[in-house]
């Protein structure tokens, strides 16, 4: 039976909306991977002290892979993309594939956290999700992610990408 995931998506390099849609492209080329649903295009400011504003979504997959070869997958088309690995956070990205939620997974592993750690402070993350996804449940908070997002403390400013 396949899983449900949520996966966020973001750019701040070059150019964002296309780089966005060939990340999307790839990730429905993933074998046993199907694109059930997108979320809008939103515009958000940069976490840390990168200037580039990020173009954001979040994409629902159905997969049959597990959480571990879903994670390389999604790495394999960062490096593809020509993202370079820096060693410093929140830095300007050409893209950033982040695993959200995978069903009800709570998942606790070096290189990857089930659900991902910071959803829930992002409103970056939470109006896209919200949008496409309202009454998920957060598996660790128990909370919907319209209870998370009316609650969330980010003030950084997010909006609709006009088309």
């Avoid at 995931?5 to 966005?20: A, D, F, P, R, T």
Wanted: glycine content about 4%; proline content about 5%; hydrophobic content about 40%.
């Amino acid at each position: 039976m396949p899983h449900q995931v949520y996966i966020g998506i973001g750019s701040n390099l070059g150019k964002k909306k296309e780089n966005y849609l060939e990340a999307l492209t790839r990730i429905a080329k993933i074998p046993d991977t199907k694109i059930i649903r997108e979320s809008s295009l939103y515009e958000s400011e940069p976490l840390g002290d990168s200037k580039e504003r990020y173009v954001n979504g979040v994409i629902e997959i159905e997969t049959e892979l597990k959480p571990e070869m879903l994670l390389r997958k999604c790495k394999n088309i960062e490096r593809a993309m020509g993202r370079k690995k820096v060693r410093k956070r929140w830095g300007a990205r050409i893209i950033d594939l982040d695993i959200l939620l995978y069903d009800t997974l709570i998942l606790e592993k070096k290189n990857l956290k089930l659900p991902h750690s910071e959803l829930h402070n992002r409103k970056f993350v939470l109006i896209p999700l919200s949008e496409i996804a309202p009454q998920v449940i957060h598996p660790v908070l128990g909370a919907t992610i319209s209870e998370l997002l009316v609650s969330v403390k980010d003030d950084k400013k997010v909006s609709l990408m006009r088309l």
